[in-house]
Every structure is written in C-alpha cells, then in structure tokens.
C-alpha cells in the first residue's frame, strides 16, 4: 500500500473521464502521487467513478466496488470513495447495501472529497486536468445535463438540466491543451447540438466548433453525441470549410418507424430523419456518420424492425453501434409501456442488424483499399504501429494498423497512409 497514491477508475463514458482528470489535477496539486486504471491498483485511497446508464453499465460498476471493499476488508486499502452517475441515482441505497465504503459522491459534488481528506482545492488548478490519454488527443466537455427527456433515458434524472460552459472557458481550455502538446480534440457533451440554448435560446455549437478550428496548433476536432431533432445545419458549413474539424458525426438515432420515435419521444419523424441523412451526405462530402439504434423498446412490432433494417440498408452508416432496450427505472418508458418484447426476440432482432451493419462495414473498409489517408499514430503494438483516420474516433472505432519494420514512427505524427488491406474492423497499410 503506498501512501499518498491515489489510484482512480474510471468507469462508463468519456465525460467521466474529464471529471476523473479535473480531481486527479486537484489532487496531485495537494501533494498525491495519482494513477489511472492501473491493472495493478497499490495506492492506499481508491476512487471509483461509476456509470448508471443501463444495467450492464450499473453492474460493472457495482462489481468494482465490490472487489475494492474486498481490498480494504483484507487491508490492502486504507480509504474507499465512490462518485459518478451511479452514486449520483442510487446513494441512499449505496450506502446501505455497501457501507465499506468510506463516502458517496454524486455526479457535481466530488470536489468536496478534496476537503474531507483535510485538503483545499487549488484555483491554479481550475480549468486544467490531468490528461489520462495519449500525450497527443484529449475529450473537451462542452456542456452538462440534457433537457431531451427521451422515454428510455435516465440520463437527465441523473444529470439534470442542461448547461452549457461559457464559451471563453471552452477556448481557454483548449489553448491550454494545445500549449500541452494536444493535438487533437474529441468534442463531447450529453447533447452537443443544444450547446447554447439555455444562455440565448440560440444554438451556438456551430460558432463554437469555429472558433476552436481557429486556435494555432489545433490538427483535429471530432464531434460525439449530435441529436438529431432541430439538427444545427450551420454546422455542416463549419466541417465543409474548416479542414481541421473532422468529416465525423456521432449522432444516435436509435430508431426509424414512425411508431417507435413518437413512443420514444424523440420529436422527429421517419421522412424528417432520412431528409436529414441525405442533407448531412449531400452537404459534408465524404462524412463519416456514427449512430446507436435500440431494438427491443415496448411495443416494436416485427414491422417496425423491418423499417429499421431498411433505413440501415439505406443509410450505410460507416460507424454503428446498437443494443437492446432495458427498463430504466424512473423513465418514462418503465412508467407508461409494459416491457413486452421478450428477451430472445430482442436479442435475434439485434443480432440481424448487427450481421446487417457488419456486412455494410466490411464494404466500406474494402472501398478504401488503395486510398491514401491523413493518420495519427496512437500506440506501438506488437508488430505494428497502430493509429486512426478523421474517420475514427480513440477506442471505439476502426483502426489503421502499420508494420513496424517499415520504418520508424512517432506516436501523435500525422502521416500519409496508403490502405493495403482491410478486415471487419481493422485496415492495414504503409507510409507513403
């Protein structure tokens, strides 16, 4: 156990992650040595920052509390702290049911953690994080919250309103970063496209996104979570014109049928969303769009699925991800539908899409045999050099392997990469 090392987890999305590098920064600026996600955890405090988005998310979470109770039941551990979504929804009954650890926190309030290690926080420190990913990329939250109330969702009963950073902050942040040695910036927010709505009622993620590209040093913007209702189409303008913002979008749309949007409550309709679809291609050549569908909600018929295997068929999304519905307690779904698709339907509807979308990914990868493309290199792997076009975004996406007896290459350089070869999830190529 080594004193003064604080080992933090982090669990669920990249915006925990920013939350877990602003405390990490405070802390380290108090005196703490501070690991990420170590595989071998040895500090004598741990901090865990959970996930509560659906149940797969809020078991995980669950288990690693667990295992670190365990710890400090056995000695091994000195203090145990949790924060996050699932702390946030569940701390009254956290703090029954696993009363090892030392405090809950919830999602806004983990600061106070500084001061109940007897420590204060430092104003040096605010606005700054200590970054946990590769020297050369960083995640910039732009916003809080989601006012959306989707019928599926618990993220607004656990986030709350949404609220969006003063702009100057956001800048700020990012010269820093740049100042740092970041080149590239994953932009997220639970609903980037509403950035501004409650400062003017005007949606400013267009301006924003802007005036980012403008800022000296900054090689790649990428934008995660779009909505697609009231869809800011000022925003292609940006990623047409500024060669820096990334042809990618990460907007989920989660269904097509009529009947499903209107039960989802997503105030859009089937044409409104295939309209969009070609307006976002016409208008953004050659864009990579990311989506998550849901299968499975209370009610889809065998006919509403066949319109979702359609519109996939149609829309050839270059990125998707998708998963079956799970009652979330307290939505609005869980109080008004009956969950009444059973569980192997679900999981046969979401393995046709998925074979679906797989056969859709294989095609568009070959299609890029022969091409050459911008890429960073992330890591050294193995045999290879392992790095990413615009068209993919850290972790999630597909990736561009290069032999390492090629020649040498520097994590964080851009190179031109011609495609040699292309599997499912993964191209193969050589510097050019």
């Known amino acids: 156990m080594k004193k003064n090392q604080i080992d933090f987890i982090t669990l669920g999305c990249s915006k925990n992650l920013v939350d877990s590098e602003i405390l990490m920064k405070q802390f380290e600026a108090n005196g703490y040595k501070c690991t990420h996600d ?97 020297h050369h990329y960083a995640y910039v939250k732009i916003s809080e919250g989601c006012d959306r109330h989707c019928a599926y969702c618990a993220i607004p009963l656990i986030t709350g309103r949404h609220v969006s950073r003063p702009k100057e902050d956001i800048l700020a942040e990012v010269k820093d970063l740049v100042a740092c040695g970041i080149k590239e910036f994953q932009i997220i927010a639970q609903e980037l496209t509403y950035y501004g709505m409650d400062i003017d009622g005007k949606q400013h993620i267009a301006d924003l996104v802007s005036d980012m590209a403008d800022i000296h040093g900054v090689k790649w913007i990428r934008l995660h979570y779009a909505y697609p209702t009231n869809f800011p189409y000022e925003l292609l303008d940006v990623m047409r014109e500024k060669p820096n913002v990334c042809k990618y979008l990460d907007i989920a749309l989660q269904h097509i049928s009529d009947n499903m949007l209107a039960a989802m409550r997503r105030h859009i309709t089937k044409a409104e969303t295939y309209e969009m679809i070609k307006r976002i291609r016409s208008e953004v050549p050659g864009i990579h769009l990311r989506t998550t569908l849901m299968v499975g909600f209370p009610n889809e018929s065998d006919e509403d699925f066949e319109e979702l295997m359609q519109f996939t068929e149609w829309a050839r999304f270059e990125r998707m991800g998708a998963f079956a519905y799970s009652e979330e307690e307290g939505t609005y779904s869980a109080t008004h539908y009956m969950d009444n698709v059973s569980q192997a339907v679900k999981q046969k509807r979401l393995d046709r899409l998925m074979a679906l979308q797989q056969k859709i990914s294989s095609e568009i990868a070959e299609s890029k045999v022969g091409k050459v493309f911008k890429v960073v290199i992330d890591r050294k792997e193995g045999d290879y050099y392992v790095g990413r076009t615009e068209f993919s975004s850290p972790e999630v996406d597909p990736e561009v392997l290069i032999p390492v007896d090629y020649k040498k290459l520097r994590t964080g350089t851009f190179y031109n990469v011609e495609i040699t070869d292309a599997e499912e999830f993964d191209l193969y190529g050589k510097v050019v």
Do not use: W
């Open 38 to 134: 170590s595989k071998n955890p040895q500090g004598e405090i741990a901090v865990i920052n959970t996930c509560g988005f659906i149940g797969d998310a809020k078991e995980e979470s669950i288990n690693t509390i667990l295992e670190f109770a365990e710890a400090k039941a056995a000695g091994r551990l000195r203090k145990l702290f949790v924060m996050g979504c699932l702390s946030q929804r569940y701390k009254s009954e956290l703090e029954k049911e696993i009363p090892q650890v030392d405090k809950y926190y919830g999602k806004f309030d983990y600061k106070q953690l500084l001061s109940d290690l007897g420590k204060a926080e430092m104003p040096s420190c605010n606005g700054k994080r200590h970054i946990t990913t590769p």
